[in-house]
């Protein structure tokens, strides 16, 4: 027939993104990890480290998949002179929603992001998620949307 249309008889390939789980105390990603979703899924929190001098694109996505209710998960990048820059969105869920937006932005110090803790104030509760992306030779960026309980603070930090 004139109007007959052929469809290749092969199965679509789909792209599964690696999955980073069972963290323990500490965790340094290498660039080879790139792409990959890290589960923050350790109640007693934990250290993640980002590669040292990793190729700009270099991205991770974390995702809060078990809600922190010790020290805090801390992602850290691999040496001082890389920075995080960018912003986190915080949704204060215990008492009005309202958010605030926490900034690192060109000029700050900020090596670091720490979510939960002994009280959730910086998040660290199921379904927060933070993406990372190198994006010049000394600075990461930072996009993130997190809950947070009681007076909500800036999980960022200097250290």
Do not use: H
Request: with cysteine; proline share 4%; hydrophobic share 35%.
């Amino acid at each position: 027939m004139a109007n007959e249309t052929s469809f290749p008889s092969a199965t679509p390939k789909y792209r599964r993104r690696p999955i980073i789980s069972g963290l323990g105390a500490t965790l340094t990603l290498g660039a080879d990890q790139s792409g990959s979703i890290i589960c923050l899924d350790r109640a007693a929190g934990g250290t993640i480290t980002l590669p040292l001098s990793a190729p700009l694109g270099t991205t991770f996505d974390f995702v809060v998949t078990v809600t922190n209710t010790s020290v805090g998960n801390k992602i850290i990048t691999g040496v001082g002179t890389e920075l995080l820059v960018g912003y986190i969105w915080n949704c204060d869920t215990d008492t009005s929603d309202a958010v605030a937006v926490w900034k690192s932005l060109v000029g700050a110090s900020n090596i670091s992001i720490t979510l939960g803790g002994t009280d959730t104030t910086k998040g660290g509760i199921i379904g927060d998620c933070i993406t990372l992306t190198k994006v010049t030779a000394t600075k990461w960026q930072v996009t993130g949307v997190t809950g947070g309980t009681g007076t909500v603070a800036t999980p960022f930090a200097s250290s």
